[in-house]
């Protein structure tokens, strides 16, 4: 045997904090109930030496209960390009649309909320939702167009996730990228 194969083989001892962590455990668990037990079985189960279970340094913070994984939400499917193209030919109809312009992120946010829901109340499949591209401006430093950034973030909420399939940017002839194509979930009975 080597050297390094001693250094393997050797066991840790545990520190103060382990075992006081480790006495704060056990005291919560019941030992299991013998179904079967012979005479002579008591006097061998007393053999058992108790471990030993030093005086904790500090009280233990009481931990949480893990909570139960949350729901799998539903992914997200991007708009297909025959989809978009069919849209755009007007072959598709469009079932409602929402125009956000003018409105406040607060304002914008709540009513694309209440128009989602209103829609798949509804029946709607895909709606166009129009954000505006933004104030032009001279100075390229400023950023252009805040609901045209904050929709899509929105739509890809957990919020909105049962109720958005997916979304894309509008062909040109509804708006380009100042508005937005989403597919609605059919709603479940």
């Known amino acids: ?39 002579t079985e008591p006097a061998a189960a007393e053999t058992h030496a108790k471990p030993v279970n030093p005086a904790p340094a500090a009280p233990l913070p009481r931990l949480p209960l893990p909570h139960p994984a949350p729901p799998r939400l539903p992914g997200l499917a991007p708009i297909d390009r025959r989809l978009k193209q069919k849209l755009a030919r007007g072959r598709e109809p469009i079932d409602a649309s ?45 950023d252009r167009g805040v609901l045209r950034r904050q929709v899509p973030l ?20 509804h708006g380009g990228e100042g508005a937005l194509y989403v597919r609605i979930r059919r709603k479940r009975d």
């Open 98 to 142: 929402i125009d956000l312009h003018g409105l406040t992120q607060a304002e914008a946010h709540a009513a694309l909320m209440r128009f989602l829901r209103n829609a798949r109340a509804g029946g709607a499949r895909l709606v166009l939702v129009i954000t505006g591209k933004g104030a032009r401006s001279d100075d390229f430093a400023s």
């Open 154 to 173: 929105w739509l890809r909420s957990t919020e909105l996730r049962d109720i958005v399939i997916g979304f894309d940017w509008a062909h040109v002839a």
């Open 1 to 39: 045997m080597t050297s390094d194969d001693s250094k393997l083989r050797r066991r840790r001892t545990l520190t103060a904090d382990e075992h006081a962590l480790w006495s704060y455990v056990t005291r919560s668990i019941a030992p299991l109930r013998r179904v079967h037990l012979r005479e």
